[in-house]
């Protein structure tokens, strides 16, 4: 009966670990793609403009690519599929979105680079995924993204592609609250 109660501890034990193991992982995982620049993920916040000067030298491709997710009804895709950069020089992408739903919907759009190395040297001053985008019914916007690549991106990197996944986030967007101005 002891051997049996000792037995049944040590896989409650185990089960416990496992389940603590399973619920750090996403938070593990974060972290470990933020520090090793794995899996193509992206700044969410603007970069400086700390490069000095051009490498016109080199040259590297740029592939733009949006999709909605499949509960997004928008229209969305880039102006131009690709474009040649070289390091150190801002550029301007913009992308289109429409919608075509007779309904106001909020959009939120996540980034990712690949390889997912070259996410590290490709930096966006500006983009329309660092906010929720709003669009009415029927109607359609350009929304930009202002990005340079790093002259320190390594030279085995000739083509680097932003890929950009349009979410509706709609049900859980909260307008700012109006501050109303005293004496009106």
Not at 61 to 90: C, Q, S, Y
Request: some cysteine; proline content about 7%; aromatic content about 10%.
């Amino acid at each position: 009966m002891q051997a049996h109660r000792a037995l049944v501890s040590k896989l409650l034990l185990v089960a416990l670990l496992m389940f603590g193991f399973g619920y750090a992982l996403v938070p593990l995982y974060e972290v470990f793609c933020e520090v090793t620049g794995l899996n193509g993920k992206t700044s969410n916040t603007p970069a400086a403009m700390l490069v000095d000067g051009v490498d016109t030298s080199r040259e590297i491709t740029i592939e733009f690519l949006a999709r909605p997710n499949k509960d997004m009804p928008w229209i969305f895709k880039p102006e131009i599929r690709r474009m040649t950069v070289h390091p150190g020089e801002v550029h301007v992408m913009n992308y289109l979105a429409e919608n075509p739903t007779s309904q106001f919907i909020v959009g939120q759009a996540v980034p990712s680079v690949s390889p997912g190395q070259a996410a590290l040297y490709l930096h966006k001053i500006e983009c329309f995924c660092f906010t929720q985008q709003q669009l009415a019914a029927g109607k359609n916007m350009l929304m930009p993204v202002q990005f340079y690549v790093d002259p320190a991106l390594p030279a085995q990197f000739n083509t680097i592609t932003l890929n950009y996944t349009l979410y509706d986030v709609t049900a859980s967007w909260q307008p700012e609250t109006q501050i109303e101005k005293i004496g009106e």
